[in-house]
């Protein structure tokens, strides 16, 4: 895709993670989408490889979903839900909390994936500090994990080139190590070692006091970092330590999440409740910007009885929270989501995904193959140019054959 739009291309808008001056070079445009492919303004039709990055999970151009939008617009556009909101709010957090693991079921809306990254981690110090425990500081992630881009979610990071040009802000965070080992190359689904490597959180808890730490937090399924799959036993083992030691599990479903591994969520697929979770992505199917962090009962009851009458319980919250036509998208989409069976079809395609993918294997270059549900991952040396061997780093800095 090489054509120049010298009609379209100016130098004001900034590109987000994109080299742009390369990109002027040889711009890439999308104008228009439909099912499962976008389409250049020349018309060329490119498939859609990576839903939207992992957000329009039932395709693009859904009527249904843009005519929600639209009587929603027509209806009430906007309203914040500071003091006052609106009926659509309810009615999304009552539709998402028919989805989630038993019990977690109060929502608190957000714009994105990394917003609601930021509002987990303040949830879990404000608990902490309901319960009288306010040392409980420190949180635990791990290498290579990505968790969005706020602050928060760079100080949880474990990319190096996410962190260089931020490092020393937000929360204070101990990192535990990735799940890729080398003996778990090409296994398809759970891997069958390491669950040893949950032991890293205890290690940390020695070292730092379990009184200091408020949350170990990861995703069940890293995706960014190459589709990391949990080995058997890791999850739960980091279920078993933070319930032993009062430490809160937070997990980050913003892409497994929404019928990715079969199920609504990869929490419920794996079989391990966390205390947060966070979402966003296709909970719109990519159609209107919108996250959500969903939180027990338990956790929200200490928050707002720990204030006193007419108090603010959580000093938090956006311009866009359960923005009306935000949650006009969700509403539809989730209806779709429940009324066309999506998530057990998605785990009836896993089979042939996975063994599709899976085939790759043998072709020259290719390390590794990783894969669970509708998630996949592949690893490949990329050859030095001039050179009869070696690696070239991968665009995250990696040279490691763990990284896709």
């Given at each position: 895709?090489?054509?120049?739009?010298?009609?379209?291309?100016?130098?004001?808008?900034?590109?987000?993670?994109?080299?742009?001056?390369?990109?002027?070079?040889?711009?890439?445009?999308?104008?228009?989408?439909?099912?499962?492919?976008?389409?250049?303004?020349?018309?060329?039709?490119?498939?859609?490889?990576?839903?939207?990055?992992?957000?329009?999970?039932?395709?693009?151009?859904?009527?249904?979903?843009?005519?929600?939008?639209?009587?929603?617009?027509?209806?009430?556009?906007?309203?914040?839900?500071?003091?006052?909101?609106?009926?659509?709010?309810?009615?999304?957090?009552?539709?998402?909390?028919?989805?989630?693991?038993?019990?977690?079921?109060?929502?608190?809306?957000?714009?994105?994936?990394?917003?609601?990254?930021?509002?987990?981690?303040?949830?879990?110090?404000?608990?902490?500090?309901?319960?009288?425990?306010?040392?409980?500081?420190?949180?635990?992630?791990?290498?290579?994990?990505?968790?969005?881009?706020?602050?928060?979610?760079?100080?949880?990071?474990?990319?190096?080139?996410?962190?260089?040009?931020?490092n020393g802000a937000g929360p204070q965070v101990?990192?535990?190590?990735?799940?890729?080992?080398?003996?778990?190359?090409?296994?398809?689904?759970?891997?069958?070692?390491?669950?040893?490597?949950?032991?890293d959180l205890l290690q940390l808890i020695t070292?730092?006091?379990?009184?200091?730490?408020?949350?170990?937090?990861?995703?069940?399924?890293?995706?960014?970092?190459?589709?990391?799959?949990?080995?058997?036993?890791?999850?739960?083992?980091?279920?078993?330590?933070?319930?032993?030691?009062?430490?809160?599990?937070?997990?980050?479903?913003?892409?497994?999440?929404?019928?990715?591994?079969?199920?609504?969520?990869?929490?419920?697929?794996?079989?391990?409740?966390?205390?947060?979770?966070?979402?966003?992505?296709?909970?719109?199917?990519?159609?209107?910007?919108?996250?959500?962090?969903?939180?027990?009962?338990?956790?929200?009851?200490?928050?707002?009885?720990?204030?006193?009458?007419?108090?603010?319980?959580?000093?938090?919250?956006?311009?866009?929270?359960?923005?009306?036509?935000?949650?006009?998208?969700?509403?539809?989409?989730?209806?779709?989501?429940?009324?066309?069976?999506?998530?057990?079809?998605?785990?009836?395609?896993?089979?042939?995904?996975?063994?599709?993918?899976?085939?790759?294997?043998?072709?020259?270059?290719?390390?590794?193959?990783?894969?669970?549900?509708?998630?996949?991952?592949?690893?490949?040396?990329?050859?030095?140019?001039?050179?009869?061997?070696?690696?070239?780093?991968?665009?995250?800095?990696?040279?490691?054959?763990?990284?896709?």
């Amino acid at each position: 895709m090489t054509t120049h739009y010298p009609d379209i291309i100016n130098d004001n808008f900034w590109l987000p993670f994109t080299p742009n001056k390369d990109f002027r070079s040889e711009p890439k445009l999308f104008a228009r989408a439909e099912g499962d492919y976008y389409y250049d303004p020349d018309g060329r039709a490119i498939l859609d490889g990576v839903s939207g990055l992992f957000a329009s999970a039932l395709g693009h151009g859904r009527k249904d979903i843009a005519e929600a939008v639209h009587r929603q617009m027509l209806n009430l556009d906007f309203t914040a839900s500071f003091y006052r909101s609106h009926p659509g709010a309810f009615a999304a957090a009552k539709a998402l909390s028919a989805l989630l693991p038993a019990g977690l079921d109060r929502i608190f809306f957000v714009g994105s994936g990394s917003e609601g990254v930021d509002t987990a981690l303040k949830i879990a110090l404000a608990y902490h500090r309901s319960l009288n425990q306010g040392s409980r500081k420190i949180f635990v992630s791990r290498e290579r994990a990505y968790h969005g881009v706020n602050f928060g979610g760079v100080a949880l990071s474990g990319l190096a080139n996410n962190r260089r040009q931020f490092n020393g802000a937000g929360p204070q965070v101990v990192h535990m190590r990735h799940t890729w080992l080398q003996e778990n190359r090409f296994s398809r689904g759970q891997p069958r070692h390491g669950d040893f490597l949950a032991d890293d959180l205890l290690q940390l808890i020695t070292l730092h006091g379990a009184e200091n730490i408020a949350a170990c937090v990861i995703e069940p399924i890293a995706g960014s970092t190459g589709v990391l799959v949990p080995p058997a036993g890791y999850l739960e083992r980091l279920r078993q330590l933070c319930d032993q030691h009062g430490i809160l599990l937070i997990m980050d479903e913003v892409i497994c999440g929404f019928g990715r591994t079969g199920q609504a969520f990869a929490s419920q697929s794996f079989a391990i409740r966390p205390d947060i979770i966070i979402l966003a992505k296709a909970l719109t199917n990519g159609a209107l910007p919108m996250g959500a962090v969903a939180v027990s009962r338990g956790i929200y009851d200490s928050i707002v009885n720990a204030a006193g009458e007419g108090e603010i319980e959580f000093f938090h919250g956006y311009t866009w929270s359960a923005h009306p036509v935000a949650c006009a998208a969700a509403l539809a989409t989730l209806a779709i989501y429940r009324e066309e069976g999506v998530f057990a079809a998605a785990g009836a395609l896993s089979g042939y995904f996975l063994e599709r993918l899976f085939a790759l294997r043998g072709l020259p270059l290719v390390t590794d193959i990783r894969g669970y549900g509708l998630l996949g991952g592949e690893s490949t040396w990329r050859r030095a140019p001039n050179r009869d061997s070696g690696v070239t780093k991968c665009k995250n800095g990696c040279s490691t054959p763990a990284c896709t």
